[in-house]
């Protein structure tokens, strides 16, 4: 059956919400800020890659503001929500998307690249998450910081170690915020896309080989689409989401909890013909 993907046709307001996303030079985050932007939204777009940014916010107007920051610095994160606040006065919505995922073998995994991954991914996360908690707070109308786990932190797949563990930490630490951050109205939640089809992905081929590989054995045998992630980012930024706190989102059509099954399903177990009434 010829599968129907409509998440273009389903429409946010987020009229006067400001937000903003970090990772936002290529990827998903470069769709989130499209989306924002054409919802209605004011958007700060964050990302250490200025080429990309400029890619990014070209044809968007005036509704979006690029910043060239690191996320792994205090310093960075702080750059990013003083520009929400300095351009449009308040943050409502932050999106934790940037990150890194550099893979190697346990065996040769160095120090400094599984630090590196950490200072992004889970130092990066946090000190968005403060900064953009504490301006939430400040403007006293709560909000909401969604974070970005991956399908990679439900299933052990070779190389991963550190990208894996450090987007699992994200979700313990999501559950942490949600709670210290709920009181203020602030709603925390995770993102965990599986494997998404971002163009362009300049990897190495042996990697490329191996994503084709999976992709056959993947529940609907096909990558999703950055819009398909896109759309479940929206629901938690909307007040559609208003009961959601401290949840990992899984947008990864089932990748996580199993395999593609092409064989029958048969019911031919001799020791169930008495449950079954078969044989
Ligand atoms: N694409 C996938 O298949 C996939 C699968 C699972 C999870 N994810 C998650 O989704 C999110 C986006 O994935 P993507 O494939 O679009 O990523 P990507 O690699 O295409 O883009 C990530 C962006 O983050 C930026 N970035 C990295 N470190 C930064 C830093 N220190 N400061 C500021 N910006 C920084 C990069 O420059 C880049 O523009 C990530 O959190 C990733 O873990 C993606």
């Known amino acids: ?117 950490y200072a992004v991914n889970c130092r990066g996360t946090f000190l968005m998450t403060q900064a953009a908690a504490q301006a939430m707070i400040e403007g006293g109308k709560g909000g909401r910081i969604i974070n970005f786990s991956s399908a990679a932190s ?43 089809d971002t163009q362009p992905k300049p990897l190495p081929e042996v990697m490329a080989e191996g994503l084709r590989a999976r992709i056959p054995t993947l529940p609907l045998a096909r990558p999703g689409e950055p819009e398909e992630v896109v759309g479940v980012v929206l629901f938690l930024a909307s007040d559609a989401s208003s009961c959601v706190n401290g949840e990992d989102v899984r947008v990864d059509r089932g990748a996580s909890v199993g395999t593609r099954y092409t064989k029958q399903v048969v019911d031919d177990d001799p020791r169930y013909f008495w449950v079954t009434e078969q044989g």
């Open 154 to 196: 439900k299933r052990g797949s070779p190389g991963g170690a550190a990208y894996a563990s450090s987007r699992a930490a994200v979700e313990a630490f999501t559950r942490v915020a949600a709670i210290e951050l709920g009181p203020h109205n602030i709603l925390v939640n995770t993102v965990s896309p599986g494997l998404i």
């Open 1 to 117: 059956m010829k599968e129907q993907i409509n998440t273009g046709r389903v429409s946010f307001d987020f009229t006067g919400k400001i937000v903003i996303v970090t990772g936002a030079a290529r990827g998903i985050g470069r769709s989130m800020v499209k989306y924002f932007v054409e919802s209605g939204a004011l958007v700060v777009a964050a990302d250490r890659d200025a080429e990309g940014l400029t890619e990014t916010c070209t044809h968007l107007g005036d509704r979006v503001v690029a910043l060239v920051a690191d996320i792994s610095s205090a310093d960075g994160a702080k750059a990013i929500v003083d520009e929400a606040m300095n351009k449009f006065g308040r943050v409502d919505v932050c999106v934790n998307n940037a990150a890194v995922a550099p893979h190697t073998s346990l065996l040769k995994e160095r120090t400094e690249v599984w630090d590196r991954v």
